[in-house]
């Protein structure tokens, strides 16, 4: 449900008789005033910010200005308008949750005064008479029972809203009406009131004198849920300005959210608070607090874990706002869950036994401290070895506990409310105050582990720094521990913790973090990063899958290469598939082109391979095919047994004939026909009589043909036949041993100029398409007969 909450007669500022609001301007001559569209300081923001545990990297919420009045105090003290207004935090979408009892929003409205010069039936020309900004300045106090209320029966929560740094080169603005509205949404729950709806609007004139106002809402607990009886509210700030004879302008504010409670345990048995931050829980390390080795003992976990009992490698205790990856502790009132309460001091207690033996108390001055608390749901037993535990002074541990106790109470943290721990000194005044020097504690750095990355690749650096003060200056650098010459790297951001490294060749780099916190001497850390050698990349450009060269013209091999590492060397091995050996050769400016002729008719599979210093390689193939027309024509005609699987279209088992009729004539076109058949289908393939494209001939009796042709009478198919003429007659020479064998290749041109991506028909398709590993099928009729070129 939601409402709009009215405005308390209540305001601050000089004290007297408002002043009379200016009188209403009337309007040029033939024209209308217009008010623009209300502009926020805030408008660049995309989405609203909503300062939750969820959605807010919980370092954002250490407020330091709130913090260092606190000191070790169980309540921030109350923020003032003033410390809002010039808070760069507040000017947030939404506005900025402190701690449970503050929060805070600023923003700057602006709008232009325009008065209609020409009307056409509407406004056609305007001009500005007049502009107007203002800053809106917003502060929230959370509420308990302990302190007064409007109404003992309800809880509540106050606003207070300042108008105020209005600047406007026009006095006619002075008659600007603005209202304000704080609207809250229950969800289900009335949002309760003291007044009406309607806020009573205020000239500028009159909010330059009477510059406050003040917001207050209640909440019946009777509404609440579960057996603390929490309600959750959202709220934003509607302002809405009207100007006399003008239209009406409004902008809303980011929603934020609170919460009501009647939880028993905590102070003043009820109370409400913004609930849409991770809290922090403060402790001092200074020597005079009676806590102080309790302190000393999270620092350890937190920051020097090696140093901590049980002994476990990388051990990351909860609770660290610092950490790369914060995790929030999570409170346990003890009789909601009383079980993890006990199970976690009894293996924090597990853990003191074995490492300072069973007698470890010596008498009860001594106690087993742990973190994090047992009364959380990250405590001993639940977390994985990821904990604490301590012999200490046994009033440190209980002052410490007590600390801890009050500070549940009094900030209102509810049964499995996240919050972190907030180390840090006071001074020494005691609890924050008495004008003692505060002393600055260096920071501390991590460079976290070592790494391994592939040269000219990114690895990704992990440091980390904490200082308790504030973010000091941070910045990686690197030395070349091993490596060649010329070996260098790159720091992506060396200005963070977490950054990026890239180097140029394999090597070992020692990278150091070095943090400044400008006061005390610098301080590093340092990690390993093992760069190994990436192999090269090579690709083919030319020449082109299925391209076709007449045999003894000359091949360009075109086969650039890319390789990450740019102080390497490298071969070139290239394989041609006509018979010799690896033709290798020193690469020239990242390439690896060469110049080859075939001497002989066939379809050749080239390789080329590129292989770096280290040992790295890589290879990139293409298949050519080499026509000769003296080599020699064909004739073959026969069937085969075609399995249901060659047809992909429509499976169907069946013999498949086929004819192919090829010769050169001593030109360079192929002339001649090709058919096939599968019978009882209607499976017919035709080229007609100039469908042949090509006809490979090879001195070892294989045979292939491509083209195109009809299928079932529609055009756009491509094929690609192949024939073996095997030595049944006791001829030697241009045949292969064994029978006649035939392949058939049909698809679709539409899926490419060459088969593979969308095969129509294939009696051997897990073979190749190199003529020399097609793998072609016995013929169970006919021949494949290849006949030498006679005859000028």
């Not at 006399?244 to 409004?250: D, G, L, M, Q, S």
Request: with cysteine; hydrophobic share 35%.
């Amino acid at each position: 449900m939601a409402s709009v909450l009215s405005v308390l007669v209540l305001s601050f500022g000089f004290a007297g008789v408002a002043q009379a609001a200016p009188a209403e301007p009337a309007p040029a001559a033939g024209g209308q005033y217009r008010l623009t569209d209300l502009k926020s300081s805030q408008e660049a923001q995309t989405t609203r910010a909503t300062m939750s545990a969820t959605t807010v990297d919980p370092a954002e919420t250490i407020h330091r200005g709130q913090y260092a009045k606190t000191g070790a105090s169980l309540r921030a003290p109350s923020t003032t308008i003033e410390e809002c207004a010039a808070d760069e935090w507040a000017d947030r979408s939404g506005g900025f949750v402190i701690d449970h009892f503050n929060w805070c929003h600023t923003v700057v409205y602006s709008t232009e005064l325009e008065v209609c010069q020409i009307r056409i039936f509407v406004c056609v020309r305007s001009q500005e008479i007049g502009d107007i900004s203002w800053r809106m300045t917003t502060k929230g106090e959370g509420w308990d029972a302990t302190q007064p209320a409007l109404d003992p029966r309800y809880s509540q929560i106050s606003f207070t809203t300042r108008i105020h740094d209005i600047q406007t080169d026009n006095p006619m603005l002075d008659a600007m009406v603005l209202q304000l509205n704080l609207v809250c949404d229950g969800n289900g729950v009335p949002c309760l009131h003291q007044l009406g709806d309607d806020v009573e609007p205020r000239t500028i004139a009159e909010w330059k004198h009477n510059s406050d106002t003040v917001f207050r809402y209640q909440s019946d607990p009777g509404y609440g849920l579960g057996v603390d009886k929490v309600s959750f509210f959202d709220f934003h700030i509607k302002s809405t300005a009207s100007y006399p004879a003008a239209n009406t302008v409004a902008d809303d504010t980011g929603d934020n959210g609170y919460r009501c409670d009647e939880a028993t345990y905590l102070q003043g048995d009820r109370g409400c608070v913004f609930d849409r931050v991770s809290e922090l829980f403060p402790m001092a390390m200074d020597e005079y607090q009676n806590y102080r080795k309790a302190a000393l003992h999270i620092y350890d976990a937190m920051y020097q874990p090696q140093n901590t009992r049980p002994v476990l490698e990388g051990k990351k205790v909860a609770g660290d706002p610092f950490a790369d990856q914060p995790r929030p502790l999570h409170r346990i009132y003890e009789p909601y869950d009383a079980t993890i309460v006990r199970d976690n001091n009894n293996e924090a207690v597990r853990t003191c036994r074995e490492w300072w033996g069973a007698d470890y108390s010596q008498g009860g001055q001594f106690e087993c401290d742990e973190y994090p608390f047992k009364s959380t749901y990250q405590g001993a037993s639940q977390s994985n070895g990821h904990y604490s535990a301590r012999v200490i002074d046994g009033s440190d541990n209980a002052s410490g506990g007590a600390v801890l106790g009050g500070w549940y109470e009094s900030q209102r943290i509810l049964h499995n409310d996240p919050f972190y721990v907030l180390l840090g000194f006071t001074g020494t005044g005691g609890g924050g105050g008495g004008g003692g020097v505060i002393p600055d504690s260096a920071p501390t750095v991590n460079a976290g582990e070592d790494i391994t990355t592939d040269e000219g690749a990114p690895g990704t650096l992990r440091g980390a720094v904490h200082d308790f003060e504030g973010a000091p200056s941070t910045r990686w650098t690197y030395r070349v521990t091993s490596g060649r010459d010329g070996m260098s790297c790159t720091l992506a951001t060396p200005e963070r913790p977490v950054t990026r490294i890239t180097c140029n060749d394999e090597g070992t780099v020692e990278v150091t973090l070095t943090a400044d916190d400008g006061l005390n001497t610098p301080v590093s850390d340092r990690a390993t990063v093992t760069v190994r050698n990436a192999p090269p990349s090579v690709k083919i450009n030319g020449p082109d899958p299925w391209q076709v060269f007449k045999a003894g013209a000359a091949v360009n091999l075109n086969a650039p290469f890319t390789d990450p590492g740019v102080l390497d060397t490298h071969t070139c091995s290239v394989r041609w598939d006509d018979g010799g050996g690896a033709d290798t050769y020193p690469a020239e400016s990242h390439t690896c082109d060469r110049r080859h002729t075939f001497a002989h008719a066939g379809m050749y599979t080239i390789s080329v391979t590129v292989t770096d210093d280290g040992g790295a390689s890589d290879t990139a193939t293409t298949m050519i095919v080499v026509y000769d027309p003296e080599a020699g024509f064909v004739n073959a005609d026969g069937a085969f047994t075609s399995a249901a699987s060659a047809w992909a279209a429509k499976p169907t088992a069946g013999s498949m004939s086929f004819h192919l009729a090829g010769n050169y004539y001593h030109t360079d076109t192929v002339t001649g026909t090709a058919k096939a058949y599968l019978a009882n289908t209607d499976l017919r393939l035709d080229a007609g009589n100039k469908g042949l494209e090509w006809l490979v001939v090879t001195p070892d009796g294989k045979v292939a043909a491509r083209g195109k042709a009809t299928v079932n009478g529609q055009s756009g198919y491509g094929f690609v036949y192949y024939g073996y003429d095997g030595c049944t007659t006791g001829r030697a020479g241009q045949c292969q041993a064994g029978d006649d064998r035939f392949r058939l290749v049909i698809w679709p041109l539409s899926s490419g100029a060459h088969p593979g991506n969308e095969t129509w028909y294939d009696n051997r398709p897990e073979a190749g398409y190199d003529v020399d590993v097609t793998e072609p099928q016995n013929l169970t009729a006919g021949a494949v007969t290849i006949h030498p070129v006679t005859g000028p």
